[in-house]
Structures are given as structure tokens and as C-alpha cells.
T-cell receptor
Framework: EPEVTQTPSHQVTQMGQEVILRCVPI?????FYWYRQILGQKVEFLVS????????KSEIFDDQFSVERPDGSNFTLKIRSTKLEDSAMYFC????????????FGDGTRLSIL | SQQGEEDPQALSIQEGENATMNCSYK?????LQWYRQNSGRGLVHLIL?????REKHSGRLRVTLDTSKKSSSLLITASRAADTASYFC???????????FGTGTRLTIIP
């Protein structure tokens, strides 16, 4: 069964450094998402992406965050200048269409900011 | 309460018993989805129920939705040790694609 893959599984970065998290969504899916889960807390929506542009973003997704689909398969989340509070699990998801569709999640990248 | 709150927060049952988890939400929804998360892993989609549906089945899973009470339940019948995981409800609203997740129920199946 097709699945969403994320790399790396664990990223350790110094505060203030830039980090790029990578995702390969399911190939025939058109909508892509990033969520994060701080340890012990809810899964929180960050951003959705369709047709090469952001379709929706949350208040968390401020100017230090950006997303890109650099080629036909990868979907990336960049955090420009990491802060301690960015430490979390970051999940990528994709869906065939937008609303009213199951979203398929990757196993996540654990981001640790030192 | 916040959009998407599950109860109980934790549930331990014997293998073979049925497990019921509940989810309440506050705003109108387009759909409600249930996900499973094994420790340290991603979210696995279990079932989606649309706002005009009242009940849905998938294998040993049964989901109900009561939009008048803004609540949903997930029933897992004949539980197995492999069902041990956290279970989350997530709501989808009209006009956008994002999911709003609940706080989750930690289910432990005792062999």
C-alpha cells in the first residue's frame, strides 16, 4: 500500500539554525499538509498546500516557516531560525482531494532543538 | 472544552473485551475521522464519517456520530493486544482542509 515517507526520522539542531524536513507524499495525492505534535500535547495543524501554493495556514505557521514542492515528488518544511519551542514531532500528510477525505500520515520527524 | 476532546483519557481492558472511546466537539463539522497512533509512530487513518452519516463500520470498528450532541464514539470489538495505542478523533470543517485533533485516548489491551 502506498505510504507517506519522511526524512530524517530524527533531527538534532542548534537553536538559531535552519532546518529542512522532507516528505514524499503519496504519488497521486493533490493536497499536502504539515502538522506538529509537541510532546504530550495535541496534534496541531500547521499548513496545507495545493496546486503549488499554500491553501491554509495556522497562527503557528509564522514567517520563520516555509513550505515548498521543489520537484514532482518531494514536499519540504523549512524552519529558518529554530527556537527551543520548535522541538516537536513534525508529521507530513497527504490526501487525494481536499476536504472530506482521509489524510495519510508519515511516521514523522522528531526535531530536537538544543 | 476544546474542539475534539476524547474520553476517557486512558482505558485498560482485557483482551477480547470491547473498547469504547468518545469524542466531543464544539463547532459544526463536515466530517469526523478517527486515527490510531502507536508509540513513536505516525497517525494511521481508521475511519471517516461524514456529517450526514450516523454510523459506519469497518471490520471490528464501529463509529457513530450524533451531530445534535456534537459527539462521536469509536467501538473496537473483540480487542487484541495489537490494538494497544492512542486513538484520536479529528474534525474537518466546511471550507477548509485542515483537521483539528482531540486530546486522545490511550488504550491498553491486557493479554
Amino acid at each position: 500500500e502506498p505510504e507517506v515517507t519522511q526524512t530524517p526520522s530524527h533531527q538534532v539542531t542548534q537553536m538559531g539554525q535552519e532546518v529542512i524536513l522532507r516528505c514524499v507524499p503519496i504519488s497521486n495525492h493533490l493536497y499536502f499538509y504539515w502538522y506538529r505534535q509537541i510532546l504530550g500535547q495535541k496534534v496541531e495543524f500547521l499548513v496545507s498546500f495545493y496546486n503549488n501554493e499554500i491553501s491554509e495556514k495556522s497562527e503557528i505557521f509564522d514567517d520563520q516557516f516555509s513550505v515548498e514542492r521543489p520537484d514532482g515528488s518531494n514536499f519540504t518544511l523549512k524552519i529558518r531560525s529554530t527556537k527551543l519551542e520548535d522541538s516537536a514531532m513534525y508529521f507530513c500528510a497527504s490526501s487525494e482531494w481536499g476536504s472530506n477525505q482521509p489524510q495519510h500520515f508519515g511516521d514523522g520527524t522528531r526535531l530536537s532543538i538544543l | 472544552s476544546q474542539q475534539g476532546e476524547e474520553d476517557p483519557q486512558a482505558l485498560s481492558i482485557q483482551e477480547g473485551e470491547n473498547a469504547t472511546m468518545n469524542c466531543s466537539y464544539k463547532t459544526s463539522i463536515n466530517n469526523l475521522q478517527w486515527y490510531r497512533q502507536n508509540s513513536g509512530r505516525g497517525l494511521v487513518h481508521l475511519i471517516l464519517i461524514r456529517s450526514n452519516e450516523r454510523e459506519k463500520h469497518s471490520g471490528r470498528l464501529r463509529v457513530t456520530l450524533d451531530t445534535s450532541k456534537k459527539s462521536s464514539s469509536l467501538l473496537i470489538t473483540a480487542s487484541r493486544a495489537a490494538d494497544t495505542a492512542s486513538y484520536f478523533c479529528a474534525t474537518g470543517n466546511f471550507g477548509n482542509e485542515k483537521l483539528t485533533f482531540g486530546t486522545g485516548t490511550r488504550l491498553t489491551i491486557i493479554p
